[in-house]
């Protein structure tokens, strides 16, 4: 599986961006995809993820209101949009993808359970 991330950029505070991430290959063998980020000098860190099924979310306390994921089956993509964003959000944002046949917010949001990961995209939000 083949996960390509975009969208990223530099936008000021209270601005928005949306991330898009395409899937090809052997899709059918994933059932969630999601997002990590992270920033200089800090461990990565979960965001968000979403299930292709019944296309449930997930999201970490810190952008719990602010950030949405979606997913478009038929494109195999997710989205991330990201709104109200603050200079706290800036960091790499990795596209990832789990075969895990489970939902679980314990597991999701653990880096060390996703079996496919996309190239970053820098996201930059100035104050």
């Known amino acids: 599986v083949q996960l390509q991330a975009s969208g990223g950029g530099l936008v000021q505070a209270g601005g928005s961006l949306r991330l898009s991430c395409a899937a090809s290959?052997?899709?059918?063998?994933?059932?969630?995809m999601g997002w990590f980020r992270q920033a200089p000098g800090k461990e990565r860190s979960f965001v968000a993820a979403?299930?292709?099924?019944?296309?449930?979310?997930y999201y970490a306390d810190s952008v719990k209101g602010r950030f949405t994921a979606s997913r478009d089956n038929a494109k195999n993509t997710v989205y991330l949009q990201m709104n109200s964003l603050k200079p706290g959000d800036t960091a790499v944002y990795y596209c990832?993808?789990?075969?895990?046949?489970?939902?679980?917010?314990?597991?999701?949001?653990?880096?060390?359970?996703?079996?496919?990961w996309g190239q970053g995209t820098q996201v930059t939000v100035s104050s």
């Open positions: 979403i299930s292709w099924r019944g296309g449930n979310t």
């Open positions: 290959g052997r899709t059918g063998s994933t059932y969630a």
């Open positions: 990832v993808a789990t075969t895990f046949p489970y939902e679980s917010m314990y597991y999701y949001s653990d880096y060390a359970n996703y079996d496919y």
